[in-house]
């Protein structure tokens, strides 16, 4: 499931091909991707230039010069592809339509976006540029965002009796974080899943801002050479090998010098936290 900084590494590399371009045509080819969407998507996007490319928590947001904005929630599987036109140091050539190729965007310049998503969890609407939208409605502020800060974050956390790993999954307090990241914050603040949010210190509770924000600006640097050397030979951005140091390493050795244990899994509100029982209290 991409996080932040895997759409913002979607969004990185599609600026070059589509902020500036024009739509020459949009291919629409079923009604729906998780909800229905927007009527007469292809012809309202067909002939737009695209002013500006946006993101908003786990959202892209093209800003079109009919003042609309196509909004993109890349799901579980969603995938974005770009096909003739230079990314990195590749050039790709069109590859052969897929199944699954939903929504395609033929651009004025030669080059193609096309958004594949096997199991249609994804999402595309069409909304008023600078209006509302359900799914945008009631997120918390960006984590790299001015209001989000040590003083802000610590009088979201005070008095909170669910698990601090739920306070931060929740999109209304922080926008945009996700199992990975909340675990590898969690492991670098030495703080449990398990602890209860209103517990923690003031102190601890601030420190957690500029560690959210560490964890997050690696991982959209690792995004970030991924898309200069294009390993992804496909087309494919936004997803990338990284390394995690608490994430999905269960029974693997902790990396803080000097400590013995493994990493342990425990599953919270049916979701899996990995964490060093040793390290983090
Ligand atoms: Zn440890």
Same mark, same amino acid.
């Given at each position: 499931m991409p996080e932040l900084p895997e759409v913002e590494t979607v969004r990185r590399g599609l600026l070059p091909v589509l902020e500036g371009g024009l739509i020459a045509r949009a291919e629409v #080819? +079923? %009604?729906?991707?998780r909800w229905p969407l927007p009527e007469r998507m292809a012809e309202r996007l067909t002939g737009r230039r695209v002013t500006a490319l946006r993101r908003r928590s786990k959202y892209i947001l093209a800003d079109l010069d009919s003042d609309e904005t196509l909004l993109v929630h890349l799901g579980m599987s969603g995938r974005m592809l770009i096909s003739g036109a230079q990314v990195g140091v590749h050039y790709r050539d069109h590859p052969a339509p897929q199944k699954h190729d939903h929504v395609v965007l033929h651009m004025a310049g030669g080059a193609r976006i096309t958004f594949n998503d096997a199991r249609r969890f994804g999402a595309m609407d069409l909304m008023p540029t600078g209006g509302a939208h359900p799914l945008l409605e009631g997120l918390g502020p /960006? %984590?790299? !965002? #001015?209001?989000? #800060?040590g003083p802000y974050l610590a009088s979201r956390l005070? &008095? =909170? =009796?669910?698990p601090i790993k739920s306070a931060l999954l929740d999109q209304r307090i922080v926008a945009g974080l996700g199992n990975i990241y909340v675990a590898e914050t969690l492991y670098r603040a030495r703080i449990? %899943?398990?602890?209860?949010? !209103? @517990?923690?210190a003031e102190a601890q509770a601030q420190a957690l801002v500029p560690l959210i924000r560490e964890v997050l600006a690696e991982a959209i640097e690792a995004g970030g050479s991924s898309l200069r050397d294009? =390993?992804?030979? #496909? !087309? /494919?951005?936004g997803y990338f090998s990284k390394h995690f140091?608490?994430? @999905? +390493? /269960? &029974?693997q050795p902790c990396e803080t010098p000097g400590c013995s244990a493994v990493i342990t899994r425990t599953i919270q509100s049916g979701r899996s936290s990995f964490w060093c029982p040793a390290c983090q209290r």
């Open positions: #080819n +079923r %009604p729906d991707l /960006e %984590p790299f !965002g #001015n209001d989000f #800060n005070k &008095g =909170r =009796r669910t449990s %899943p398990l602890r209860l949010a !209103g @517990d923690l294009f =390993r992804q030979a #496909n !087309g /494919e951005l140091q608490v994430y @999905d +390493r /269960e &029974g």
